[in-house]
């Protein structure tokens, strides 16, 4: 206004504020409104349809397209900041290509009523699963007579945790399990300093001791148990209380996103096997309908194929009881056995066979009692 050179960060500045300020009616009293949440909802129709007027605009808008959304990745998740834009992206994703099913490629005939009820479970089911995943990842309790982490007290002669490397691992994990403040003739309460061996282990932030496997993720702000990674598609951190339904919910979506794209490749290119459809279907673009579909095929492929390999990593892991986060560390550290190009990581920590990894995996959470406190909202 008074003309005089603005500041490098005064927009972001602007922007934080209008952010904070924003708030919607709720029957609980009014709530913050994330303006994160809006730019999915019209740049992903927009583009789609920009993409489906001709082929080499598809091409462009739907390489394009990822590149932004990678960019926006490292401009907010890699400086450690909270946004909603992913989430309202892979939500709204879904439901839109669900709606374009119906209205677009259900109306054409070649989809029975059975295909339709099973596209409409699969959604389905992938919301309620997701829903699920967001109840919360296990967090670690202020009070160490509350931590459960039962995921841990194995084979610890080869548990390379930063505790067990400065030899408080015996410490932390009594810390962590005692059932009474009076077993280790201490309180234990948060506001207690860590003792010497616990100091690895320590959260500063969070004031609380970690047991084995827990980790303090910067971007929700706690620590929480058997931290896997902090996924920005659900705006939520996948540890020990939500691994197995994120697990359920990339199998669910994958299933019934590759189901929705065969159905639609078969009804739009139907002289073609699905698989040359998405590569080369003849007069595709002849029609708008049938070339926005054709377009959506593409653009849930291409989301497909990024989660059907987050999927494979993760079937890995649990394979060889490692969690990405330790993935990470033991890379960094150079500590682990890589396979296969480096697609398996092997920590060597905690793997004992195929059958009881998986075994304690699906089991894991049945030791998380009572039902975790939960620090945010759902969104
Ligand atoms: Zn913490
Ligand atoms: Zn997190």
């Not at 059907?308 to 993935?327: C, G, K, M, P």
């Not at 059958?355 to 039902?371: G, I, K, Y």
Request: charged share 15%; proline share 5%; glycine share 6%.
């Amino acid at each position: 206004m008074k003309k005089e050179p603005q500041k490098a960060d005064s927009l972001t500045q602007v922007v934080a504020t209008i952010n904070d300020r924003l708030r919607v009616p709720w029957i609980s009293g009014a709530r913050r409104f994330d303006l994160s949440l809006i730019p999915p909802l019209i740049l992903l129709p927009v583009f789609l349809h920009i993409a489906s007027w001709h082929f080499l605009l598809g091409i462009i808008v739907l390489t394009t397209l990822p590149l932004l959304v990678i960019l926006y990745y490292y401009l907010t998740h890699r400086k450690k900041g909270r946004t909603l834009f992913f989430l309202s992206l892979a939500v709204f994703s879904l439901f839109y290509m669900f709606y374009l099913f119906i209205a677009e490629v259900v109306p054409r005939g070649d989809v029975n009523h059975i295909q339709l009820g099973a596209v409409t479970t699969g959604v389905a089911l992938t919301v309620i699963s997701l829903i699920n995943t967001k109840r919360g990842p296990g967090y670690v309790r202020p009070h160490p007579t509350e931590t459960h982490s039962t995921v841990t007290y194995h084979n610890p002669q080869s548990d390379i945790d930063a505790a067990y490397l400065n030899g408080a691992r015996h410490q932390v994990v009594i810390a962590n399990r005692v059932s009474s403040p009076d077993q280790t003739g201490e309180s234990g309460t948060a506001s207690v300093e860590p003792r010497e061996g616990q100091k690895r282990n320590w959260c500063s932030v969070c004031k609380v001791v970690r047991p084995s496997r827990a980790g303090h993720c910067r971007i929700c702000g706690v620590c929480i148990l058997r931290l896997d990674h902090h996924c920005v598609w659900i705006n939520s951190c996948v540890g020990q209380a939500n691994h197995i339904s994120f697990l359920l919910t990339l199998v669910l979506f994958v299933l019934t996103s590759l189901y929705g794209i065969s159905l639609v490749l078969r009804s739009v290119c139907p002289q073609q096997s699905v698989m040359m459809a998405l590569f080369y279907c003849p007069d595709v673009y002849n029609q708008h309908s049938t070339a926005l579909c054709f377009t959506c095929a593409w653009y849930s492929s291409i989301v497909t194929g990024g989660l059907l390999h987050l999927l494979v990593l993760q079937l890995i892991n649990v394979s060889y009881n490692t969690t990405q986060r330790e993935v990470r560390l033991a890379l960094r550290e150079k500590t682990g056995r890589t396979l296969l190009w480096g697609l398996i990581v092997d920590t060597g920590v905690y793997c004992r066979g195929f059958r009881s990894n998986w075994v304690e995996f699906l089991t894991m959470s049945n030791a998380l009692e009572p039902p975790n406190p939960k620090p945010t909202d759902l969104v």
